[in-house]
């Protein structure tokens, strides 16, 4: 499996997404989730993949494909496409279309292959948009109201969202929450692994305005671990019932 | 869906349930799911059920029924059962038996109807111990590596007792432990809710110690939920990262 989690702020966009992607529990390998699509200055597009490797590698390739393309144009670039709105109905497309034809290689075995991806971005005079973008290729907004999105093993670490995030949460913080809520996903299943792909996209800047890669052992995170471990296990005791 | 999770420690077992039962969204009900067989100072079971409500109940009523059959012996009833492992066993048949009877009269519908169960007691000269029951019937049980079952939406409260649960947890923290990891349950999933069901039963009772149905509305217990909110955000802000 796999967690990814965006918030969509009104300081710009968090993402964090891991690295494991295992076939079975007796294959595991290490790969990025987490891409971008940058025209700096102009726009930038943050995509982040969760299901079977192999529809969202053949997704992004043909992505990649569609932008070198001299033909290409508005309906089929994203980085010529002229709205986010846009750009998530391409991405959406292609995600289908591929997720349908490997599905169909794939029926003899009874195998699944499903993957789904949020979407987040700014184009230079547009908002900072931020989607959920289904196997079947439709996708679902954030909102102010619910300010994250999450795809992959989401519920462990959704409560701790559900608590701190909201559209006032201050860039610095909102990496903490998001950390955070990885953290417990990390301890409590073994699907989703380190290292971790971190992104801040500030608004308005139309390109990632910090990336970082937070590997296995990285002092930082463990710190930050320990701590709240520790913060835990403190307000435990001292809440009553 | 539901959540039901107990806990076996040393000083004995604790044990939280919800009520809340839904076919679809739009039909929601409260149903007790946790039940006790009790002979008191002899022995004690405790199950805790989550799936399908015409599996679960079946089952039940089928345990009552062998219970009170005059031929009843130690294979069929489970309060002559000779020992925790010989009841586990009866109470997986029983469950294997009535979910594959149900399940071929749904067949044509394509609707799923499965069920598992959590079985937790003690008999008099015996060990504690604790099972959780397949749908198919098998079982696994609570170890000192492991002293949590959970069934139903477990992961969102997973962490908190990843966290602060051994077994040498008190009863009283318990207690705490597993109302927290409710309580991260129902902020987070709606197919959880209140009312709530909680037992304990202290090691060589062979009874129920202590059983309380906590209402929407408690004031203790929407104290501890806000306490602990407000705990969760203070430990946020310390924590850096």
Chains 1, 2 share one sequence.
Request: glycine residues 6%.
């Amino acid at each position: 499996m796999t967690y990814c989690v965006g918030l969509k702020l009104n300081a710009g966009l968090v993402l964090l997404s891991d690295t494991r992607t295992n076939a079975g529990l007796d294959n595991i390998a290490c790969y990025r989730k987490m891409f971008f699509f940058e025209n700096p200055a102009e726009r930038v597009i943050a995509i982040m993949t969760a299901g079977s490797l192999s529809v969202t590698q053949t997704t992004l390739a043909r992505l990649d494909e569609a932008i070198e393309n001299e033909l290409a144009d508005e309906t089929t670039s994203i980085l010529k496409a002229p709205t986010m709105l846009q750009v998530a109905t391409i991405i959406g497309d292609t995600l289908s279309r591929t997720r349908r034809e490997i599905a169909d290689q794939c029926r003899d075995l009874r195998q699944q292959a499903s993957a789904s991806m949020i979407v987040a971005g700014q184009r230079a005079g547009g908002d900072m948009r931020m989607f959920l973008i289904y196997p079947e290729g439709n996708f679902i907004e954030a909102t102010e109201d619910t300010p994250f999105l999450q795809i992959g093993e989401h519920k462990y670490g959704k409560p701790i969202l559900d608590r701190v995030v909201t559209p006032a949460t201050s860039l610095a913080d909102a990496q903490k929450a998001v950390l955070l809520s990885m953290d417990s996903t990390l301890r409590s299943n073994l699907s989703v692994g380190m290292p971790l792909d971190l992104a801040v996209i500030e608004k308005d800047a139309c390109a990632v305005s910090a990336r970082r890669r937070i590997l296995e052992g990285d002092s930082d995170f463990m710190d930050m671990s320990a701590a709240w471990s520790a913060a835990l296990r403190d307000s435990f005791v001292k809440v009553s019932i």
